[in-house]
């Protein structure tokens, strides 16, 4: 509210001030008028002559500083998105300033912006909006306008009268809007276009309160003052209203027959012209530039022969008019992204001897769509006269050469050598010839043979394989970790994540890093990962070291938070990981539902399944992530065996991984953990596991906090199903119950082995295996039996 | 009274479900299985003659050899094994079935007036080059006939898909074999395991035959270097004439020792005589029969109703994608062919139909309704215009106009929802209440998807789709949203997006998950013919529930399975209307048949449950509650 405030006493200031201010444009013409009245003119005439026109010089000059330093603001204001109510007390402190507020140039713009201000934004600045300022700010703008004598009628036409009206309309308050719009119909000196336009305001004014018969009577009245505009305006309103009929009408009356049918592209689906559209385009009578203009609105389409036939009524135009830029370039370029290779060259033809056909692009387009269409000599012989065009570029040459080696069916051999390219520019040439082997001339023995040649340009990516230490005595938190952590390999998130995808020349494993190195080689500034297991599960830790951790920990500096990806081997279920310095893992994301196969891992199961803790020091802080084997137990790793993962470590440099990722998820570029486990080993990681599990194995948690025995309640007669249970479970608890009996504190590596590998899945996947049991019993009843 | 009641219970929180994606045995059972294929290679029959021919084969090929044998020691010709069809096992190549039943006849349980599949997996212990499928009608004992044009027939092709195949919907630059595609004739696509890459079979109308690599590296594959920026989903031509499958299976060539996946899909009109129909698939090469697959169906005697929520049971679950299927994208994989691509689009929209996918908001949807109500999908309810952030009296305009113009169009659009933007917050949202309340005041419901924005823009949605797992993990979020007069609908998208070609997950991400926790509706991204090259996206795989080709699409594992997922939530929806009436019912026993019923929902509500087993129990409360009922 205080910035309204502040607006209104400002242009009240303004207001009050106007009458004294000189029109700028008038200084240097009245300044000068003298000058040119005086000759023979003396000498010292002259001189004053010369000086007025340094400061006639220097007064334009000045007058452009000023609107540059306007525009500047502006920009700055947005640029740092600032909210729209300061930016019109911005405006306002500006009109406050002599310089600015004396020139009405300056005056004019800051009014207008101040209007602008007001306007709703688009959305990328909607939330700096505030729908209340236009009440406070607008109509002291407008009116300061308004009642400015140094602006001309055809600004406050456009500017105080055109947002007034807007306004009005905006707040349902119609009456005023339309005093405002007659207020503008009367201002003096407009000429015939901004008669027309103030009384098309009217019209808006109408439309918006769904008077369409007044709205369009306003039309008729403006139509003999600017027939194409009002029509416009006019069919506009017609066809938002559903009324096709009276838009052809007043186009009818308009006269314009090309106007008429620029109007009519978009409403196609409504009213199709197309037909009368080539009837113009082959008139050739018609302006040739308009001709171009309809055919390109609707004959560019596609191959339809009447649209063929109008494409050729124009070939030649572009070429008169040496078309170039985006616009004709795009009638091409759209029809060959579509694959349309007939129409492509169709509108090749239409540009044939225009600039637009020595773009290199559209050469390239040329050549690709000729051997797209089985033109084959065409395109080769195209490519050999843009290959000797040496105004070029090498690469460019060279390119065409592969093609015209390419489509006339011989072998691309050789050419490279002799282009004396870089390695860059060789394998883009390889690339290109691949890309339109494959895609575009059916030639996929070639896209491979150079699809595989592109390949070899790229250093081999690396496979990144930390060893997995097993340890007897279980490491179970960072206190225990500090205590072996001498002990471990280390490796480093030491690869930059997309930092240079460039990898042409250049190692990834070994080339330019940007990661910090300090004295021993060791990176800095990154993530430190070591691993090992333990009976209980598999230990990860990322070790950040930093003189700063306690500030990182007290939330004064930032830390390197993480993402992670985690799966128990290849073509296995995975999840994601992401971590924060100081609150440790904060989500994970899983790629699979629990099933028979797949556990997800769960933080609220601690022991056994996923548990996470940081600790800061003074030098450091560490993250650890402990993943039970019971998740796993189907799955336990032997000898040999890795399991997938993957760190991208984001630190305040970038991103950097262990692995070698390029892109988040990408499963192929992780690295390794690789277990070296004894058998030994594995047997105690077993008997932990079947130690866990073997006494209450029956129990399923129903509830939280709640378990209950599952084939004691498949027997229950009323929430079970007996039949069902004596039929499937009770064979299945008789043999697992027997496998049960074998589990004792000191039974042999036999046992264990045998336990486990028969027993054990099914006791953790008992659930799975009585739903697999359920699903066939009940098949068979229901589809044999229908109950 | 055998409740499932407790089944479900059980199952919930279990976190169980069915079987392993990828098995990993121990070393003893693996040791164990060797010894038998040795004991096995010993003996004599079709078996052990097929087990010594695979002397130089893998171990896990002989592992398989002895499991199989363990499982039809009769077997002469060929051993198949019924599978659950949205199962979490990949049926790769050299995968033993281990959820699948061997010999046992293919059953499907289905309502009138529903596509149901079931699925098999056939072991060949010889190689028998390209054997003939014949489909025939099943009979009833009374003579009643469920016509084989109903039964539609198609092999499973595993092809390569990148590393997070089956997984998740994310890049990657490596491949590996994946059960995806649903094909007449398997070879449109040649896999070649050498080179480790998928070729599409291109057949000109001259009837000459060639191969395009359909799995180059990402930079390859790309046909527009000279036209840059534009977006192109796919740079394969795939709905050219040229790259059509056969209308009707072509049968599928069984090798010696690998494992193969069929998929059927019945269809039972509304007028399909409920009862048990039994025939067979038989199997045929020269014309000499190598053996049958015994089909038993069992049409249930009703038909489901519309998709409700769980939570109010008449309030429609709303079905809504960023579908990405209109005619300009068509055209970008047809050559520019409009006529083709309205035909294509057509036959997309009839798929649409048969997968419960029935009121898709597709660019074209609102410029074309002939199209769609032609299709056969619901033309009442659909996300159908984007707000126009302007002055207020344009804004006021432009929505008196869209008003006007859906009443000409559809009657009116008080089930019509507007949308604006993507996933903004406060500030934003605060921006653009004018907004809506302008295009709400003209009927139009409010649709947003952001995360960020729920406490200010909960009372304003009528449709709120934040990026959020549709499973029980968000059951708190969509309650607080129910809470708030129960009118609006809450979806979800991106967790994860389509792209993930296992049916178990799919099912259950379009199914009794959403359903259970809360959810009204879904709005994923995206349907769409988002191209064959799994490599070839910079963040995201190709997000593809069907393929294009020339004919329409081609169906996939996760698209069945996205059908079976909304047919839950109509069994689900089935099952409450009729026990929700009988829980006042007078007579004990009836009261306690819609109780148990309800809980078996209730107890669902996890995301563990098997969901094949869980449709078996909703079918037998509602054969129950019918009893009651009648």
Redesign the interface.
């Known amino acids: 509210m205080k910035h309204s405030v502040l607006t209104y006493s400002l242009i009240t200031g303004v207001l009050l001030a106007a009458p004294s201010w000189a029109a700028p444009e008038a200084v240097p013409a009245t300044e000068a008028a003298p000058a040119t009245e005086a000759t023979p003119a003396p000498a010292a005439t002259q001189k004053t002559k010369a000086q007025l026109k340094a400061e006639a010089r220097q007064a334009r000059e000045a007058a452009q500083k000023r609107m540059k330093q306007f525009k500047a603001k502006t920009s700055d204001l947005d640029k740092r998105r600032v909210r729209y109510d300061e930016r019109i007390a911005e405006m306002n402190k500006m009109l406050q300033e002599p310089e600015f507020r004396d020139d009405a140039a300056t005056r004019y713009a800051l009014l207008r912006q101040i209007i602008l201000y007001t306007q709703t934004p688009p959305w990328t600045r909607i939330g700096l909006y505030d729908y209340e300022t236009i009440h406070e700010a607008l109509p002291p703008a407008a009116n300061a306008i308004l009642a400015d004598p140094d602006f001309s009628s055809a600004q406050k036409l456009d500017t105080a009268i055109h947002y007034l009206v807007r306004y009005y309309c905006d707040y349902d308050r119609f009456e005023e809007a339309e005093a405002t719009a007659r207020r503008g119909m009367e201002l003096p000196d407009l000429n015939q276009s901004e008669q027309a336009k103030a009384r098309l305001m009217l019209a808006d004014i109408r439309r918006y309160q769904d008077r369409y018969e007044d709205a369009q009577a306003v039309v008729r009245e403006a139509m003999p003052l600017a027939p194409v505009t009002a029509a416009r305006k006019g069919a506009s309103i017609a066809m938002d209203f559903g009324k096709p009929e009276d838009a052809a009408a007043l186009w009818k009356a308009a006269g314009n027959p090309y106007e008429e049918l620029m109007f009519y592209e978009k409403h196609r689906g409504t009213d199709n012209r197309s037909e009368q559209a080539r009837a113009y385009v082959l008139a050739t009578t018609n302006d040739a530039g308009r001709r171009y203009d309809v055919a390109a609105a609707y004959c560019f389409g596609d191959m339809k022969p009447e649209n063929v036939a109008a494409r050729k009524a124009i070939a030649g135009i572009p070429a008169e008019r040496k078309m170039k830029g985006f616009g004709p370039m795009n009638t091409i370029k759209q029809p060959y992204r579509l694959g349309d290779y007939p129409l492509t060259l169709s509108m090749c033809e239409v540009f044939a001897g225009s600039p637009v056909m020595e773009d290199l692009d559209i050469r390239f387009i040329h050549v690709i769509s000729l051997g797209a269409v089985g033109r084959k000599a065409e395109a080769a012989a195209r490519a050999a006269e843009y290959a000797g065009d040496e105004n070029l570029k090498p690469v460019d040459r060279t390119r065409f050469k592969f093609y015209e080696a390419i489509l006339s069916g011989k072998s691309t051999d050789g050419i490279l050598k002799e282009a004396k390219l870089t390695r860059k520019e060789e394998a883009a040439v390889i690339l290109s010839a691949a890309r339109h082997c494959l895609s575009v001339w059916n030639l996929t023995d070639l896209a491979e043979k150079y699809s595989a040649d592109y390949e070899r340009y790229f250093a081999d990516k690396p496979e990144r394989s930390i060893k997995v230490a097993y340890f007897d005595t279980p490491v179970k938190n960072i206190t225990a970790w500090r205590a072996v952590y001498p002990k471990l390999e280390k490796q480093y998130c030491d690869i930059p994540y997309k930092g240079s995808m460039d990898f042409l020349e250049t190692d990834v494993s070994t080339g330019e890093r940007n990661v910090q190195i300090d004295k021993d080689a060791k990176p800095v500034s990154t993530l430190e990962l070591t691993t090992l297991c333990d009976r209980y599960g598999l230990h990860i830790f990322l070790r950040a070291e930093d003189d700063n951790a306690r500030a990182i920990e007290q939330g004064f500096a930032r830390g390197i938070s993480s993402e992670m990806y985690f799966a128990p081997g290849v073509n296995q279920p995975y999840t994601c990981i992401g971590s924060s310095p100081v609150a440790g893992v904060t989500w994970l994301f899983h790629t699979t539902y629990n099933n028979r196969n797949a556990t997800r891992l769960n933080k609220e199961q601690p022991r056994t399944s996923f548990l996470s803790e940081v600790e800061f020091t003074e030098k450091d802080y560490v993250l650890h992530m402990f993943i039970a084997w019971d998740s796993f137990y189907n799955k336990l790793p032997a000898d040999g065996t890795d399991w997938r993962f993957d760190c991208i470590a984001w630190t305040p440099s970038g991103g950097f991984t262990w692995g070698g990722s390029q892109g988040i998820h990408s499963a192929s570029a992780w690295g390794n953990l690789r277990f070296t486990l004894t058998p030994q080993q594995l047997n105690e990681i077993r008997k932990e596991i079947i130690f866990k599990t073997y006494r209450s194995y029956k129990q399923v948690p129903r509830d939280p906090n709640v378990r209950e025995n599952l084939f004691q309640c498949w027997k229950d007669p009323e929430i079970g199903d007996p039949d069902f249970y004596a039929t499937c479970l009770a064979p299945l608890e008789q043999e697992l119950d027997a496998y049960a009996k074998l589990v004792k504190a000191d039974m042999s590596a036999e046992d264990v082995a045998r336990v486990y590998s028969e027993a054990l899945p099914r006791w953790k996947g008992l659930a799975h295996e009585v739903d697999d049991l359920r699903r066939r019993y009940l098949n068979e009843r229901i589809v044999t039996l229908g109950r | 009274?055998?409740?499932?009641?407790?089944?479900a219970?059980?199952?919930?929180?279990?976190?169980?479900?069915?079987?392993?994606?990828?098995?990993?045995p121990?070393?003893?059972?693996m040791s164990?299985w060797l010894s038998g294929y040795q004991a096995l290679c010993g003996g004599k029959s079709p078996l052990a003659d097929h087990a010594r021919r695979l002397a130089q084969a893998t171990e896990k090929q002989k592992a398989n050899a002895y499991r199989v044998a363990c499982d039809a020691t009769n077997a002469s010709a060929f051993v198949h094994y019924t599978v659950?069809p949205t199962s979490?096992t990949?049926y790769l190549p050299d995968a033993y079935p281990f959820?699948g039943?061997a010999g046992k006849p293919l059953?499907?349980?289905m309502a009138q007036d529903e596509y149901e599949p079931g699925s098999f997996v056939i072991y060949p212990l010889q190689s028998f080059g390209k054997v003939q499928f014949e489909v025939g009608d099943l009979r009833t004992a009374d003579g009643k006939v469920f016509p084989k044009a109903e039964l539609d027939l198609k092999v499973v092709k595993v092809w390569y898909q990148?590393?997070?195949g089956?997984?998740?919907y994310?890049?990657?630059?490596?491949l590996?074999l994946c059960p995806e595609l649903l094909l007449n004739d398997e070879d449109l696509i040649r896999v070649d395991t050498g080179?480790v890459?998928n070729?599409a079979r291109?057949t000109e109308a001259d009837g000459s035959v060639?191969?395009?690599?359909l799995t180059?590296?990402r930079?390859?594959?790309?046909?527009?270097?000279?036209?840059s920026g534009?977006r192109?989903d796919e740079?394969?031509?795939a709905m050219k004439p040229n790259f059509t499958d056969a209308a009707t299976f072509q049968g599928a060539t069984l090798d010696e020792g690998v494992f193969k996946q069929f998929f059927l899909t019945a269809h039972a009109t509304t007028n399909q005589a409920?009862?048990?129909y039994t025939g067979a698939i038989t199997l045929t090469r020269d014309k000499s029969v190598i053996g049958r697959i015994p089909v038993?169906?069992?049409v249930?005697p009703f038909v489901l109703p519309k998709p409700k929520t769980y939570f109010d049971r008449d309030k429609d679950f709303l079905v809504f994608f960023c579908e990405y299927i209109g005619f300009e994208l068509i055209?970008?994989?047809n050559?520019?062919d409009?006529e083709l691509a309205e035909k294509q689009l057509i036959s997309l929209l009839k798929n649409f139909a048969r997968h419960n996918e029935v009121t898709p908001n597709f660019r074209g949807r609102f410029?074309r309704p002939d199209i769609c109500e032609a299709a056969g999908l619901d033309t009442s309810t659909f996300k159908t215009i984007s707000m126009q952030?302007?002055?207020?009296?344009d804004m006021?305009?432009d929505a008196?106009?869209k008003r006007?113009?859906h009443l000409?169009k559809f009657g009116a659009p008080e089930n019509y929802f507007a949308t604006?933007?993507d996933e903004y917050g406060l500030?934003?949202l605060?921006?653009?209440r004018?907004m809506i309340d302008t295009y709400k005041n003209e009927g139009f419901k409010f649709a947003i998807n952001s995360r960020h924005g729920y406490s200010a823009a909960a009372y304003l949605a009528d449709l709120y789709w934040p990026p959020v797992h549709p499973?029980s993990n968000n059951s708190t979020i969509t309650a607080k949203f129910n809470a708030l007069g129960g009118d609006g609908y809450f979806g979800w998208y991106a967790c994860?997006h389509v792209g993930?070609e296992?049916p178990?997950?799919i099912r259950?991400q379009y199914g009794l998950?959403p359903y259970r926790a809360g959810f009204s509706c879904h709005y994923n991204y995206a349907h769409h013919l988002n191209g064959y090259n799994d490599l070839r996206g910079?963040?995201y795989r190709a997000m593809n529930f069907v393929y294009g080709h020339g004919d329409g699409v081609l169906d996939t594992l996760a698209w069945e399975a996205f059908r079976e997922g909304m047919d839950d939530i109509r069994y689900a929806t089935h099952l409450q209307h009729l026990a929700h009436p009988l829980v006042k019912s007078p007579a004990l026993q009836a009261r306690y048949a819609a109780k148990?019923a309800l809980q078996l929902l209730a107890d669902m509500n996890t995301?563990?449950?098997?969901l094949?087993?869980a449709r078996?129990?909703m079918?037998?409360h509602i054969?129950t509650l019918q009893s009651f009922s009648n």
């Open positions: 009274m055998k409740s499932r009641t407790l089944f219970a059980i199952c919930a929180t279990l976190a169980l479900s069915l079987h392993a994606q990828i098995e990993v121990t070393p003893e059972q164990g659950p979490e990949q959820d039943e059953r499907i349980a990148n590393g997070n089956w997984y998740s994310f890049q990657d630059t490596g590996k080179k890459a070729y291109l060639s191969y395009r690599w180059p590296p930079n390859v594959d790309n046909r527009i270097e000279n036209a534009y192109l740079s394969f031509c409920p009862g048990l038993e169906l069992r249930l055209r970008q994989i050559g520019n409009q410029q952030l302007a002055r207020p009296a006021k305009y008196r106009r006007e113009e000409r604006w933007g500030a934003i605060n921006g653009i004018p499973d994860q993930v296992n178990a997950y259950r998950a910079s963040t148990k995301d563990d449950f098997d094949t087993t078996l129990e079918i037998r054969l």
